[in-house]
């Protein structure tokens, strides 16, 4: 017998049996060694994590409220240690802050790599809590509340030249505008706006500048994706020699770093930097004078980076869910036009709401809705309330580490170690909660409640997160949503060309596209007669 044959024999007799006993061991553990095999689950995904990579590359992650539906339970087994919880009372429990629940390793996939190839954790990505609070601390008032009244005209600037770009381009009656496109193209150049002073260029251009919705958009597949087993990240891009010599800083934080360097080029400090707001990245300059022991250079370019890849896919989610459900429903559409006609026609009375009327009165008319009159459109404040819960931007649950002691909740245990979080789309389909009819967009559901009830309603939302890791840019994000879309409609008469081009492709984020539609021009007029 040759040796070949020989090992040949040894292989099949030891080697094979051998590493089928490892899988099945390794399966049985999976399975059974957890502490989690009570809990109800797609059977394969109790045995591997690939199954859960598997449904999110399948487009399925924004359904996982028909999983839970199907297993009849609030609380899912979708993972060897993952478990999905569909209840508003869990979101208090898991995104509280005593104790904060650690974020998990599918984090690490949105950390940048530098130009030294190494992985830079961000505010967004970091796992460490205190990191987290040190680098939260010497940015948050630049995210606050007070700091929006000083954003709004970077905000308006950016919509007169969406609504100029419309109007040049496609306001024609045979003209179609892929308007998914060019909402992402605002949200960018708004982003831009605020963070360097400086609109992008994707509205003037109409082109995606430097590829970056591309690049955004990768970027958040991979870590829906690749994200599911995290470890896989080390092979394919944080140790990947190939990767590092073809792409040494990755696309968005080269793209980041390119606009630091033109905002330097017209500003010398932070303090004679920009007449008018002082934008994101002065704030952030101004943070290394105030806190040099946190902040360096590099912190700063991160601090600009994460606006530059969690703000403007998430806000273009929330600007596409409002425009289709406002052309597919033109009963909610007409209410929304009420309201605008209403807060136009206060610029026209004496003593309007603008305490500092524009002394040429078609002007005042031509100025966009500001913060302080679509705050006041309380049907289009439901109308909001109401496109966060139907179709919150992320698609996935946002996992997080139970802790020392473990957690009970939904009538299961969950050792410490499981990783356990909510996905907005499942909580927000909660019929106790937001009623029975929770699968159809319907804005009145929040007006026909007591107020203390919408109250709940709105604080189990989870579409910009919850807790202590919540969305730093949320009030941004409202401040554009409220003015952008009435000042949109009020615009343009707006007509969806096909309702069956509308697609929704999830993976971390579940981004619509076919939103294709037909403008003309609205007369100022018609929304003024009562
Ligand atoms: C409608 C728009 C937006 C939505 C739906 C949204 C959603 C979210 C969610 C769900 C989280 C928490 C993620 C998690 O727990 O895993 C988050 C965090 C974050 N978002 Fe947003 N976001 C939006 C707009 C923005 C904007 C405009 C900015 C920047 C200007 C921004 C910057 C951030 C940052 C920095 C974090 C990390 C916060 C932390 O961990 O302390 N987001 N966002």
């Given at each position: 017998m040759s040796l070949l044959q020989q090992t040949g024999d040894v292989f099949k007799a030891y080697f094979l049996p051998a590493l089928l006993v490892l899988v099945v061991l390794h399966f049985a553990i999976n399975r059974y060694g957890y502490g989690l095999g009570k809990i109800p689950g797609p059977f394969v995904a109790s045995?591997?994590?690939f199954w859960r990579m598997f449904h999110a590359y399948t487009n399925k992650g924004h359904q996982d409220y028909l999983l839970h539906r199907k297993y009849n339970s609030p609380v899912l087994r979708v993972g060897p240690k993952t478990v999905a919880v569909a209840s508003p009372d869990a979101v208090r429990v898991i995104y509280g802050w005593k104790p904060v629940y650690r974020k998990t390793q599918i984090y690490t996939?949105?950390?940048?790599?530098?130009?030294n190839g190494q992985l830079v954790e961000n505010l967004a990505s970091t796992m460490d809590e205190e990191k987290h609070t040190r680098l939260a601390k010497p940015v948050a008032a630049a995210y606050g509340m007070s700091t929006l009244v000083e954003f709004e005209p970077l905000v308006d600037s950016t919509s007169r030249t969406f609504v100029e770009q419309m109007e040049q381009r496609f306001a024609r009656p045979t003209k179609e505008c892929p308007l998914d496109r060019w909402l992402q193209m605002y949200a960018f150049d708004v982003i831009g706006e605020l963070t360097f002073s400086k609109r992008i260029g994707f509205l003037e251009t109409g082109q995606d500048v430097d590829q970056m919705m591309y690049h955004t958009g990768r970027f958040m597949e991979y870590t829906g994706v690749v994200g599911q087993v995290p470890n896989l990240d080390w092979y394919f891009r944080i140790k990947n020699p190939i990767l590092h010599m073809l792409r040494p800083t990755s696309n968005?934080?080269?793209f980041t770093l390119k606009q630091i360097r033109e905002h330097q080029k017209s500003s010398h400090s932070p303090s004679d930097s920009h007449s008018g707001p002082r934008d994101f990245l002065t704030r952030f300059l101004e943070a290394r004078e105030k806190y040099p022991d946190i902040v360096d250079e590099g912190l700063v370019h991160d601090y600009a980076n994460t606006n530059v890849a969690g703000g403007s896919d998430t806000t273009a989610i929330i600007l596409r869910t409002l425009v289709h459900q406002f052309v597919t429903q033109r009963s909610i559409l007409d209410k929304v036009l009420g309201e605008i006609g209403a807060a136009l026609r206060a610029r026209q009375a004496p003593?309007?709401?603008d305490p500092d009327p524009d002394p040429d009165a078609d002007a005042d008319m031509d100025r966009p809705i500001t913060w302080a009159e679509g705050l006041k459109m309380t049907y289009y404040q439901a109308c909001i309330?109401?496109?966060?819960r139907f179709h919150p931007a992320t698609a996935q649950i946002l996992p997080r580490l139970v802790p020392a002691g473990g957690v009970e909740l939904g009538g299961h245990y969950l050792p410490p170690g499981t990783v356990v979080g909510c996905n907005a789309w499942s909580v927000h389909r909660d019929p106790v909660l937001y009623g029975q009819d929770v699968d159809r967009y319907r804005p009145e559901r929040w007006?026909?409640?007591?107020p203390d009830q919408a109250r709940k309603m709105?604080?189990?939302?989870?579409?910009f997160g919850a807790g202590k890791r919540a969305c730093v840019g949320k009030n941004i994000a409202m401040l554009e949503i409220t003015k952008f879309i009435p000042e949109f409609f009020r615009r343009f008469d707006v007509e969806l060309v096909d309702p069956e081009r509308w697609k929704i492709t999830s993976t971390w984020l579940a981004v619509q596209s076919g939103l294709d539609v037909r403008l003309k021009v609205r007369p100022l007029e018609s929304l003024l007669a009562e």
């Open positions: 045995l591997t994590d996939t949105q950390s940048q790599l530098n130009s968005i934080l080269g003593g309007d709401a309330k109401e496109a966060l007006l026909e409640v007591s709105e604080t189990s939302l989870l579409t």
